[in-house]
């Protein structure tokens, strides 16, 4: 069992930088591919980025690329996505996904643990 606790959100202007972190607990994330994924308010949940167990691959969305950053730090058993020249339309509940495996999934249902979510707001 993995679990997961993300932190960072908040409310922010556009144009402005947020650093979300993703805790995990339990089994060691090294063994993990961990993603990002987003639901804004009646939108289906969308991916936002995934890295690789070891952090050398990543893959973002086309919407977020150039903007967004993931990252991990395995001996902190942490991942982050950091946020920048946000938008009002990045604004969602920002969920961090675990799941065993190499493969960089794009699709939520691929993953095994995901946390419980944090609020991110972009003001125009």
């Known amino acids: 069992q993995v679990q997961l606790v993300e932190s960072g959100g908040g409310l922010v202007q556009a144009g402005g930088s947020l650093r979300l972190s993703c805790a995990a607990s339990?089994?060691?994330?090294?063994?993990?591919?961990m993603a990002w994924f987003r639901q804004a308010p009646r939108k289906e949940r969308e991916f936002v980025a995934v890295?690789?167990?070891?952090?050398?691959?990543?893959d973002y969305n086309s919407s977020v690329k150039g903007r967004f950053t993931i990252s991990r730090d395995n001996a902190k058993n942490t991942v982050y996505l950091q946020m920048d020249s946000l938008k009002p339309e990045d604004t969602a509940v920002y969920y961090c996904?675990?799941?065993?495996?190499?493969?960089?999934?794009?699709?939520?249902?691929?993953?095994?643990?995901w946390g419980q979510g944090t609020q991110v707001t972009v003001s125009s």
């Open positions: 996904a675990a799941r065993a495996g190499t493969f960089l999934r794009t699709q939520g249902e691929d993953y095994d643990y």
């Open positions: 339990g089994r060691t994330v090294s063994s993990h591919t």
């Open positions: 890295i690789r167990r070891s952090g050398t691959n990543t």
